[in-house]
C-alpha cells in the first residue's frame, strides 16, 4: 500500500488501521501460496489475521480515545479520485467492534477450520476469510464515496464466497445467490445515493465531490437530500437485513462456516449500521424528523418480526441468524431516536439514543459472534444443525454449553451482561419521548417500548428453547452421539467473548465515556456528563434521579446472597443422591418423550399464528381395530416468512414474466427483425422532425 | 475542351425521367414474383442508375462520375446479375417466390413510404441548388422501398435482391444529393459489394445444403420466444 | 458515613426472608377460611420450608449444573430485587442499583433459570412448563413494562424510591391513568406470581400445571429455595404494586423514625392484599392456558389506555 | 520512426498477416504465425499509443489517418485483444480440429479471415475518412460473417446469415447517413475528400446544417447501432456471437461493438456541434436504456452460456451508449473506461467459458458444473469475469458504471430506477447461471483439458489494476477524450 508522500515517522492510529488492513491482504496471498500445507496455512494465515485484528482494535481505541480524525490518502484508486481514509472517533468505535469480534473469531478459527482438513481445501476459505475482514476495515475507514463502495462489495463478495465455500449443496448455493443479488441491489442504490450527494457537492475537479470531505461542506436541498437518505436507507437496510428486506439473512447466514457466520452476523451487518449513522449524522447534517421515524418504525418492525420468526426455527443457526435481524432493529430504535431527536434539537436526549444504539452495536457483535461460535463447536461436534436431533449435550461439552449459556443470557437482555445494558439504555431513550413537540411521536414512541419489551421477553423465551432443546435434557438424534468437546483454539476464542460480554455488561459507565466523543461529535452532547457523574459504578442517564443502573452491584449481589445461601446450607449439607427421574411416576421415559423446539414453540405459534405461513399436517395410521390408539403419527410442520410469498414471490415471477414477453421480441424470423429496424428508423425519423 | 451545354431544365427533366425509372423498377420489384423477372428488373434498375450517374457527370462537369457510373454498370449490371443467373441455376430454385404480405398491401405501403421519403427531405431540398436536388426523395424511396422487399419477402434471393435494390438507392443518394462521393469512398463500397456478392454466394450454397432449401422461413430456429 | 441507610437496607431484607412465607400462609389461611377449610395455620410455610431443607435431594440422573444452581440463583435475584424495592424506606444504598426495567428484568433471570432448569431433566413435563412459563412471560412482561411506564412517566422516573419520593413530594396527583395502571399491574401479577386464574400454586394435575411442571423434579433444600423465593416473588409484587400506586407508609427520605411504623403500615397492607388475592383467586376459574392469551391481552390492553390516558387527559 | 511509418506498420502487418495466412495457411504453423502477427501489431499499437503519449493528437500518411486520445486506447485495446484471442485460439482450435468441428481449409480461412478481421478494425479506428471507416466497417462484417457459419451446422448458418443480412442492412443506414453528412459538410468544406475527415468535420461542426445532420444522425444511429446490436436491432448479435467459434465470439463482443460505438460516438459529437441541442444524446440514452432493460430480462432466460454472454454484451453496450448520450464529463469518462473494461473482461469470460464448453462437450448451461473443482482456473477465471461484468469491485467495470450511475442521477434522475432495475436484473440473471457452473461436483462427462491461462490471468488481471489503480496516461487519455468531445 502507497501512503503519501509525507512520511512521518510518528505513527498514528491510522497508519496502523492502514498496517492491519495491509497485513490482512499479505495473509490472503500467503495463503494462496501454503496451497500445499494445509494445516499450516490454517494456523498461520488464523493466527496472523488475530495478530492484524487486534492491531485495528488498537487503532480504534486509540481513535475513539482520543477523540481525533486522521485521514490518508492512498494513491491508488482513479488517479483525480484516490481512495480517502479517514478515521475519526465513529471510525474508530466500529473499527474496534470489528476488530475485537474478528480477533475473537480468528482465534476460534485456529481451531474451527482444522475440522476440514481431509475433507476439502480451506484456501479458499481462507483467503476470503482474509479479504473479508480487510473489507469491512476498509467500509469503516473509506472517506470517499468510491473507496467506501469498493470496500462494500469487496466485503459483499468475500462473505459470498465463504457462504458457497461448502458449494455442493444446493441450498448453499440457493442462500448465496439471494444474498449476493439483495446486496448488490443495495449496493446499487447506495451508489446512487452517493451520486446525489456527489451532485451538490464541489470538490477541486471533475471528481472532487466524490469525497465525503465535499460532501460535508455541502448544502443538499431538502428532496433531494430525502431522496438520498432513502436510497441509502435503503441499501443498508438491504444489508443490515432489515424487515421486509431480510429474507436473504437467514437463509444465508446458517449454511456458511460457523466462523464466517459469527463475523457475518456479528459485525457484518454493523456496517450497514456504521454507513447509516455516517450518512445521515455526519454527510447530510441536517434532516427532518420523519426520517427519523422512518428508522424507528422499521427497526421495531424488525424486532418483532425477527424474534417471532427466530421462535419458530429449529436449525440453530437459522435461529441465531432471525436474531440478527430482531438485533438490529433493536439498534434501528435507538438510532432513530437519536435521529427524532437531533431534529428536534434536543442534544442530550439524542446522545442517550446514539450511545444506546450504539452500545447495542458493540454488544451484539460480541454476544452474537460468541453464539455462533457456540454453535460453529455443537455443528462441528455433532455434524447436525437441526436441533431436533440434539440434547443432553451439556454433558459432552460443559465449556461449549457454558459459553453459549452467557451468550444467552447476553442476548436475552438479562442483567447483569452486556444485552440488557444497551436495551435499558433504549427503554430509557424510549421513556423521554413526552419532550418531543409532536403528539404523534408522543404517543406513539412509549408504544415502541412495550415492543421493545415484548421483543426482550420473546427473546428470553427462544433461548431458553435454543438452549435447552441443544444443551439440556437427553440426546434426541437417532444416531449416537459422539459428541467431543471444542479444541482449546476455539474455547479461547468463545472465552475471550464471554468476558467481554460480562465486561460490557458490568462496567458501562468505561465504555460509554470511551465512545462520548462520537456523541458529542454529531449530536453535540455528552451523555457521560451524566451518564457516568456519579462515579464509575452508577450508570445514571440523563440525570441520576430519572434511573439508575449498576451492574456490578447486581453481579456481586447476587454472587454474595448465592454464595451466603450455598455456605449457609452447606454447614450441616444433606446427602445428595443421583436418582433415576420421577416425573410423577412416570415409568417408561423415553428421549422421545421430551419436549423439542417444535413443540417448545407451539403456545407462541399459536397466539402469533396469524404472521406465519404454517402449514400443519398429521398423519395418523390407526391401529387395526382400535381407532383411538394410532399405531404410527407423523407431524409435519412447515413454517414460512409470509413476506417470501408477498414480496419476493411476485418480484421473481415478475421478473419472469417480463422475460418471457421481452422473449417474443426475438422470434427467430428475420423479417420481422427487418421491420424493427424498418419502425426504428420511421419512428426516429419522426421523432427529429 | 468542347461542351455541349444543356439547357438547365432540360437537364433536370431528364434527370427526373430516370429517377422516376428507378422509383418504378424498385416498384417492380416490390410486385415481381418470379425471380427471373426481380433479376431482370434489378438490372434494369442498374442500368437506369449507370446512365444517371454519367449523365450528372456530363451536365455538372464532373468526371469521376463517369468512372462510377462505369462501376455500377459492370457490377450492378452485368457483374452480379450473372452471379445470381449461375446460382440459381446451380441450385435448381424454385420460380415463384411468396410474399408475406399480398401484393395490394405492400404497394400501399410503397406509396406510403414514398411519400413519407418526400416529406422528410424536403427541407434538404430547400438548401440544395444542385440540379440533382429533388432525386433524393427517390433515393431515399429506394432505400426503403429495398427494406420494404426484404421484410415482405420470405426467400434468401429475394432478400439479397431487396438489399442490393438498397445499395442501388444509396448510390443513387450519393450522386443526386452531392454529385458524388469521393471517388475512394466509391471504390471501397463498390470492392464491399463484390465481397458481399462472394459470400452470399457462398451461402446460399450453404444453405441450400442445410436447409433443402432457400427458403428463410426455416431459419427460425435461434430464438427466445417458446 | 451514615450507617442508619445500611441498617434500613439490612432490615429490609430480613422483612422480606422473613415475612414472605406468612404472608404465603397468611393467604392460605384465608383461602382456607373462604372455601370452608380448616387452615394449617399461618405458620405451615414454615415448617414446610424447614422439613425440605432437612431432606436429602434425590438428583435426577440426568441433571447437570444448570438445574443445581438454578434454586440459589432464584433465590438470590429475589433477595436481591428485596433490596431495592421500597418496603420499609425509600433510603435504601441499594436503590440506585436498579430501577424498575431492572427488577422486571432480575425476576427475568431468576425465569430463565428456572425454564432453562426445567428442560435440563429432559421430560415431558419439564419442557411443558418451561415452554407456557415462557409463554405467558413474554405477553405479561411487555404489559407490565407498559403499566410501569404509565406510572414512570407521570413520576419521571424509573426508580422505584424516586417514584415514591416524587408521590411524597405531591408533584404527582392521582391521574385517570394510574388506575388503569393498577388494573393492569393487578392481572399482570397474578400471571407473574402463578396464581388463579392463570395457574395454580397448590396443583399437581398434569395437564393444568405451569410452574409446578418446571420444578417437579427438585426435592431437598433446592425446593425449599425455590418455593422461598417464589413466596418472596409474591410478597415482592405487593410490595412493588404498593410503591407504585399506594406507597404511603414506606418511609420517606432522611426520616428513620418512620420504619418501625412503616413495619405495621407494611403488615396491614400485606393483610388487606392477602383478602384480595383470596377473593380473585376464590371468585374465579383457573382458565384454560389459550386463553390466557385474552386475558394478558387485556392486562396489556389497559395498561395502553394508562399510558394514552396520560397523555391524552394528564 | 514517425506515426505514419509505425500506423503502416500496425495496419500492414496484420494485412500481411492475413495474406500469408491465406497463402500458406495450411502449414502446421499457422497458429503461432497468427500470434507473431498479432503480437507484432500489439507492439506496434504500444509504439503508437506512446507516440501519441508523447506529442498529442496527430495527422498521419497525410491526412489519411487520425490519432487522438480517443482512439489510440481503442487500438491498443484491439490489437492487444487480437494477441490475447490468437494464443487462446491456439490451444482452442487445435481442440477442436482434434474434434473434427473444422477441417483443413477452413482453418486456413479462419486465420486469413481473423487477421483481416483484426485489420479492418484497426482501420476502421485509425481512418480520419468517415468514408473510409464506413467501408471498413463492413469489411469487419464482411470477413467475420463466415467464420460465424465455420462449423457449417443449421444453427451456426442461420445465425451467420442473420448477421449477414441485419447488419448489411443496418451498414447500408449507416452509408446513406454518411452520405447526408457528406452533404452537409460539402457545402461548409468544399468537393473531395476533404469534406469527409474527421478533424476538418470537427472543426466546422457548428457550420453545418443542423436539419441534415440530424436526419444523418437518424441514419447513422440506426446503422451503427445495428453493429453494436442496440435493442431493437440487436437481433442478430445474440445468434451471431452464440454460434461462432468462441475466439470470434470474443473479439466479435470485445472488438467490434466497441468499434460500431466509436464510430457512433464521433458522429454524435459533430451532430451536438451543429445541433446545439440535446436531441442526439437523448436518442442515444433511448436507445442504452431500451437496451439495458430488454438485455438484462432476456439474461433470465438464456439456457447457453454464449447467448447469455452476447446478451450481457448488449446489455454494456447500452451502458456505455446511455453514457455517452448523458454527456458531461463524469459519464464520459465513465463510458470510455467501460468501453475498455467491457472488451477485457468479456473476451477473458470467453475464453473460459470456450475451455468449459469444450470440457462438456456443451454450451448448454445446465450441462456444465463443478469447475471450481474440475478446472480451477477455468471456474475462478469465469466467476471473476463474472463477477466483473455484472459491475463487482474490485474490477474496473465497476468503477465506469460508478461514474455513470453517479451521473445519471445527478444530470438524468428519472433514468436511474431504470437503469438500478436492468443492472439488478442483470446481475441476478447473470449469477444465477455461473453458479450453478461453477459450483459442485464434478461430473462424470466432463473432460480435463489443458487451458490457455496466459489470455485469461492477463485480461483478469488487468481489469483488476484498471479497477483499483488507473494508470495516470490512461487517465490523461480519458481526459484529452473527454474534452475533445465537449
Given at each position: ?166 458449494n455442493e449443496r444446493v441450498e448453499n448455493r440457493r442462500a448465496a445467490f439471494l444474498y449476493l443479488v439483495v446486496a448488490h441491489v443495495g449496493a446499487i442504490a447506495i451508489l446512487l445515493s452517493f451520486g446525489v450527494l456527489a451532485g451538490f457537492a464541489k470538490g477541486p475537479g471533475n471528481f472532487g465531490g466524490y469525497t465525503f470531505d465535499a460532501m460535508r461542506q455541502a448544502h443538499f436541498p431538502v428532496e433531494w437530500a430525502t431522496v438520498a437518505f432513502l436510497l441509502a436507507f435503503f441499501g443498508f437496510a438491504a444489508k443490515a437485513g432489515v424487515v421486509p428486506l431480510h429474507v436473504w439473512l437467514p437463509e444465508a447466514h446458517p449454511v456458511a462456516p460457523s466462523n464466517v457466520s459469527a463475523l457475518m452476523s456479528g459485525v457484518m451487518l454493523k456496517t450497514a449500521i456504521y454507513g447509516i449513522i455516517r450518512i445521515t449524522f455526519d454527510l447530510i447534517r441536517v434532516f427532518p424528523w420523519w426520517w427519523g421515524a422512518v428508522v424507528l418504525i422499521l427497526g421495531l418492525l424488525s424486532a418483532v418480526m425477527g424474534v417471532l420468526y427466530a421462535l419458530m426455527q429449529h436449525d440453530l443457526k437459522k435461529l441465531l441468524a432471525y436474531h440478527s435481524v430482531e438485533n438490529i432493529g433493536i439498534i434501528l430504535i435507538g438510532v432513530g431516536l437519536a435521529m427524532i431527536f437531533t431534529s428536534f434539537n434536543q442534544p442530550l436526549y439524542a446522545a442517550l439514543a446514539l450511545i444506546a444504539g450504539l452500545y447495542h452495536t458493540m454488544n451484539h457483535a460480541v454476544f452474537k459472534g460468541l453464539l455462533f461460535m457456540g454453535a460453529g463447536a455443537v455443528i462441528h461436534a455433532t455434524n447436525e444443525r437441526n436441533m431436533e436431533e440434539m440434547g443432553g449435550l451439556i454433558h459432552h461439552m460443559p465449556w461449549t454449553a457454558t459459553l453459549f449459556l452467557v451468550g444467552c443470557i447476553s442476548i436475552s437482555a438479562l442483567p447483569p451482561f452486556n444485552g440488557f445494558v444497551s436495551e435499558w439504555l433504549t427503554f430509557q431513550a424510549l421513556l423521554l419521548s413526552p419532550s418531543l413537540p409532536s403528539p404523534l411521536m408522543k404517543l406513539l414512541i412509549p408504544m415502541g417500548a412495550a415492543l421493545l419489551a415484548l421483543t ?139 419436549y423439542n423446539a417444535t413443540s417448545f414453540a407451539m403456545p407462541i405459534r399459536r397466539i402469533f399464528g396469524f404472521l406465519f405461513n404454517v402449514r400443519e399436517e398429521v398423519n395418523v395410521v390407526p391401529h387395526a381395530g382400535h381407532k383411538a390408539f394410532p399405531k404410527r403419527l407423523n407431524y409435519r410442520l412447515r413454517i414460512r416468512d409470509r413476506l417470501w410469498n408477498w414480496i419476493y414471490k411476485p418480484i421473481v415471477g415478475i421478473s419472469f414474466w417480463v422475460s418471457r414477453k421481452v422473449g417474443k421480441l426475438q422470434q427467430g424470423r428475420i423479417q420481422i427483425y427487418l421491420l424493427y429496424s424498418f419502425i426504428t428508423i420511421i419512428i426516429l425519423l419522426i421523432f427529429v422532425r | 475542351m468542347f461542351k455541349f451545354y444543356m439547357p438547365v431544365n432540360v437537364a433536370s427533366h431528364i434527370i427526373s425521367f430516370l429517377a422516376a425509372l428507378v422509383l418504378l423498377t ?191 422461413e426455416q431459419m427460425a430456429r435461434l430464438k427466445e420466444d417458446d | ?305 394508562g399510558m394514552l390516558s396520560y397523555f391524552i387527559l394528564d | 520512426m514517425n506515426s505514419s511509418t509505425m500506423i503502416l506498420v500496425l495496419l500492414g502487418v496484420s494485412l500481411g498477416s492475413a495474406i500469408v495466412l491465406a497463402i500458406a495457411g495450411s502449414i502446421k504453423l499457422a497458429p503461432e504465425i497468427n500470434v507473431l502477427g498479432s503480437a507484432a501489431t500489439f507492439a506496434a499499437g504500444v509504439g503508437l499509443a506512446l507516440e501519441v503519449y508523447a506529442h498529442g493528437a496527430m495527422l498521419a500518411g497525410g491526412d489519411f489517418f487520425y490519432v487522438d486520445a480517443f482512439n489510440v486506447y481503442l487500438a491498443v485495446l484491439t490489437s492487444f485483444v487480437s494477441m490475447t484471442t490468437a494464443i487462446f485460439s491456439r490451444r482452442y482450435m487445435k481442440r477442436e480440429r482434434e474434434h473434427g468441428r473444422v477441417g483443413h481449409i477452413r482453418m486456413r480461412f479462419y486465420h486469413a479471415m481473423y487477421q483481416l478481421f483484426i485489420f479492418s478494425i484497426l482501420l476502421c479506428l485509425l481512418t480520419n475518412n468517415v468514408g473510409v471507416l464506413w467501408i471498413s466497417m463492413e469489411l469487419a462484417t464482411l470477413s467475420t460473417v463466415l467464420l460465424v457459419s465455420l462449423y457449417r451446422t443449421p444453427n451456426a448458418i442461420e445465425a451467420a446469415w442473420k448477421y449477414f443480412i441485419l447488419c448489411g442492412v443496418g451498414i447500408a443506414q449507416a452509408l446513406f447517413g454518411t452520405v447526408l453528412l457528406y452533404f452537409a459538410a460539402e457545402k461548409v468544406l468544399g468537393e473531395g475528400v476533404g469534406a469527409l475527415l474527421w478533424t476538418n468535420l470537427g472543426r466546422v461542426s457548428g457550420q453545418l446544417e443542423p436539419t441534415v445532420l440530424s436526419l444523418a444522425f437518424v441514419f447513422l444511429m440506426v446503422g451503427y447501432g445495428t453493429k453494436m446490436g442496440l435493442v431493437p436491432l440487436h437481433n442478430w448479435l445474440p445468434d451471431a456471437h452464440g454460434e461462432g467459434p468462441t475466439p470470434i465470439s470474443a473479439v466479435l463482443s470485445g472488438l467490434l461493438l466497441n468499434v460500431a460505438l466509436y464510430a457512433l460516438v464521433r458522429c454524435k459529437v459533430l451532430v451536438d456541434g451543429a445541433m446545439k441541442t440535446h436531441h442526439a444524446g437523448n436518442i442515444m440514452m433511448g436507445f442504452g436504456l431500451i437496451s439495458i432493460l430488454v438485455s438484462a430480462f432476456s439474461l433470465l432466460r438464456q439456457k447457453d452460456i454464449k447467448r447469455m454472454l452476447s446478451y450481457s454484451s448488449i446489455e454494456h453496450m447500452g451502458i456505455a451508449t446511455f453514457a455517452f448520450g448523458l454527456g458531461g464529463p463524469i459519464a464520459t469518462f465513465g463510458a470510455l473506461l467501460h468501453m475498455l473494461v467491457h472488451s477485457l473482461a468479456k473476451s477473458a469470460i470467453f475464453f473460459t467459458v470456450g475451455h468449459a464448453s469444450q470440457m462438456h462437450s456443451t454450451q448448454e448451461i445446465d450441462r456444465i458444473k463443478g469447475l471450481f473443482k474440475g478446472n480451477p482456473l477455468v471456474g475462478w477465471g469465469l466467476m471473476f469475469g463474472i463477477m466483473a461484468i455484472a459491475g463487482m469491485p474490485p474490477f474496473g467495470i465497476f468503477t465506469s458504471e460508478f461514474l455513470i450511475l453517479t451521473a445519471t442521477i445527478k444530470d438524468a434522475p428519472i433514468c436511474a430506477p431504470f437503469l438500478l432495475l436492468g443492472l439488478g436484473v442483470a446481475f441476478a440473471a447473470l449469477f444465477r447461471s455461473v453458479q450453478s457452473m461453477v459450483s459442485g461436483n464434478v461430473p462424470a462427462y466432463q473432460k480435463p483439458i489443458t487451458a ?35
Open positions: 500500500m502507497i501512503f503519501t508522500p509525507d512520511f512521518k515517522l510518528a505513527v498514528g492510529p491510522i497508519e496502523i488501521a492502514a498496517a492491519s488492513i495491509s497485513m490482512l491482504f499479505v495473509v490472503a496471498l500467503l495463503a494462496a501460496l501454503l496451497k500445499n500445507s494445509q494445516r499450516l496455512a490454517i494456523t498461520l494465515s488464523f493466527f496472523l489475521a488475530a495478530v492484524a485484528s487486534l492491531l485495528s482494535v488498537i487503532a480504534g481505541i486509540w481513535a475513539v480515545g482520543s477523540g481525533t480524525t486522521n485521514q490518508i490518502v492512498l494513491l491508488i484508486g482513479l488517479p483525480d479520485l484516490p481512495f480517502h481514509m479517514r478515521l475519526d472517533p465513529l471510525a474508530g468505535f466500529f473499527l474496534t467492534v470489528i476488530g475485537a469480534l474478528s480477533f475473537f473469531v480468528s482465534v476460534y478459527s485456529i481451531g474451527y477450520v482444522k475440522g476440514y482438513l481431509g475433507h476439502r481445501s480451506v484456501t479458499s476459505l481462507v483467503i476470503f476469510y482474509c479479504l473479508f475482514l480487510a473489507g469491512m476495515f476498509m467500509v469503516v475507514l473509506a472517506d470517499d464515496a468510491l473507496f467506501f463502495l469498493v470496500s462494500w462489495e469487496i466485503m459483499a463478495a468475500a462473505s459470498y464466497f465463504l457462504v458457497i465455500f461448502e426482550g421477553a420473546l427473546a428470553a423465551a427462544c433461548f431458553v428453547k435454543a438452549f435447552g432443546v441443544t444443551f439440556l435434557g437427553h440426546w434426541r438424534g437417532h444416531h449416537n452421539p459422539h459428541a467431543h468437546e471444542a479444541n482449546w483454539p476455539m474455547r479461547l476464542g468463545m472465552l475471550m467473548a464471554a468476558l467481554t460480554c460480562l465486561g460490557l455488561g458490568v462496567l458501562p459507565t468505561f465504555f460509554i465515556e470511551w465512545m462520548d466523543v462520537i456523541a458529542e461529535q454529531f449530536v453535540g452532547s455528552k451523555l457521560a456528563a451524566s451518564a457516568s457523574i456519579h462515579g464509575w459504578m452508577w450508570l445514571t442517564p440523563v440525570s441520576y434521579h430519572r434511573a439508575s443502573y449498576s451492574g456490578v452491584i447486581v453481579l456481586l449481589g447476587i454472587l454474595i446472597v448465592i454464595s451466603a445461601v450455598y455456605l449457609f446450607l452447606h454447614v450441616k449439607p444433606g446427602a445428595i443422591r443421583r436418582v433415576p427421574i420421577w416425573d410423577c411416576g412416570f415409568e417408561k421415559i423415553n428421549q422421545r418423550m421430551q | 424498385a416498384f417492380g420489384m416490390l410486385v415481381q414474383k418470379r425471380i427471373y423477372g426481380l433479376i431482370r428488373l434489378f438490372t434494369w434498375q442498374g442500368l437506369f442508375l449507370s446512365l444517371n450517374t454519367a449523365f450528372v457527370g456530363y451536365v455538372a462537369n464532373k468526371h469521376h462520375l463517369y468512372i462510377s457510373a462505369l462501376l455500377t454498370l459492370s457490377l450492378k449490371v452485368i457483374l452480379l446479375p450473372y452471379i445470381l443467373h449461375i446460382l440459381i441455376q446451380r441450385l435448381k430454385i424454385r420460380k415463384e417466390v411468396e410474399t408475406i404480405v399480398n401484393v395490394p398491401m405492400t404497394m400501399l405501403i410503397g406509396i406510403a413510404l414514398v411519400i413519407l421519403s418526400y416529406h422528410l427531405t424536403a427541407p434538404i431540398r430547400e438548401l440544395s441548388n444542385l440540379t440533382t436536388r429533388s432525386t433524393l426523395a427517390v433515393a431515399l424511396a429506394t432505400v426503403m422501398l429495398g427494406l420494404l422487399m426484404m421484410i415482405t419477402r420470405k426467400h434468401a434471393v429475394t432478400e439479397i435482391m431487396g438489399f442490393l435494390a438498397m445499395e442501388n438507392g444509396l448510390f443513387f443518394a450519393a450522386t443526386s444529393a452531392t454529385y458524388g462521393m469521393p471517388l475512394v469512398v466509391e471504390f471501397g463500397v463498390a470492392f464491399d459489394l463484390l465481397m458481399a456478392a462472394f459470400i452470399f454466394g457462398i451461402f446460399f450454397f450453404q444453405i441450400n445444403t442445410a436447409f433443402d432449401s432457400l427458403s428463410v | 458515613m451514615n450507617p442508619y441507610p445500611l441498617i434500613v437496607e439490612m432490615l429490609q431484607i430480613a422483612t422480606l426472608i422473613v415475612l414472605a412465607p406468612a404472608f404465603v400462609g397468611w393467604v392460605r389461611t384465608l383461602k382456607c377460611w373462604a372455601q370452608g377449610r380448616t387452615s394449617a395455620g399461618l405458620f405451615q410455610p414454615y415448617r414446610d420450608l424447614d422439613k425440605l431443607f432437612s431432606k436429602d435431594i434425590l438428583l435426577p440422573e440426568n441433571a447437570s449444573w444448570i438445574f443445581r444452581f438454578t434454586p440459589y440463583l432464584v433465590f438470590g435475584t429475589m433477595v436481591l430485587a428485596g433490596g431495592i424495592i421500597p418496603i420499609l424506606s425509600i433510603d435504601l444504598p441499594l436503590a440506585p442499583t436498579a430501577d424498575v426495567i431492572v427488577i422486571v428484568a432480575l425476576f427475568a433471570i431468576g425465569r430463565f433459570f428456572t425454564a432453562l432448569a426445567g428442560m435440563d431433566i429432559g421430560t415431558a413435563f419439564g419442557g411443558m412448563g418451561s415452554s407456557r412459563e415462557m409463554m405467558i412471560a413474554s405477553l405479561a412482561e411487555p404489559a407490565m413494562l407498559m403499566a410501569i411506564f404509565t406510572v414512570s412517566l407521570a413520576n419521571k422516573s424509573t426508580s422505584l424510591s424516586q417514584i415514591v419520593h416524587v408521590i411524597y413530594s405531591g408533584q404527582s396527583v392521582l391521574r385517570p391513568s394510574l388506575s388503569f395502571a393498577l388494573l393492569a399491574f393487578i392481572l399482570i401479577a397474578l400471571a407473574e406470581t402463578g396464581r388463579i386464574p392463570v395457574d395454580n400454586p397448590s396443583t399437581h394435575l398434569e395437564l393444568t400445571m405451569i410452574h409446578e411442571a418446571m420444578i417437579l423434579e427438585y426435592s431437598g433444600r433446592h425446593l425449599a429455595l425455590i418455593e422461598w423465593a417464589g413466596m418472596m416473588k409474591l410478597f415482592l409484587f405487593v410490595m412493588m404494586g404498593m410503591a407504585l400506586f399506594a406507597p404511603w407508609g414506606i418511609a420517606p427520605r432522611g426520616d428513620i423514625a418512620a420504619i418501625p411504623y412503616a413495619l405495621v403500615i407494611t403488615a396491614l397492607k400485606l393483610g388487606v392484599m392477602g383478602i384480595v388475592i383470596v377473593s380473585i383467586e376464590t371468585g374465579l376459574a383457573k382458565m384454560r392456558l389459550f386463553r390466557l392469551t385474552e386475558f394478558l391481552g387485556a392486562a396489556f390492553l389497559l395498561a395502553t389506555l | 490457455a491461462h496466459v489470455p485469461v490471468l492477463l485480461h483478469m488481471a488487468l481489469v483488476f489494476a484498471i479497477g483499483i489503480y488507473m494508470p495516470a496516461f490512461l487517465n490523461q487519455w480519458f481526459h484529452t477524450a473527454v474534452e475533445s468531445m465537449r
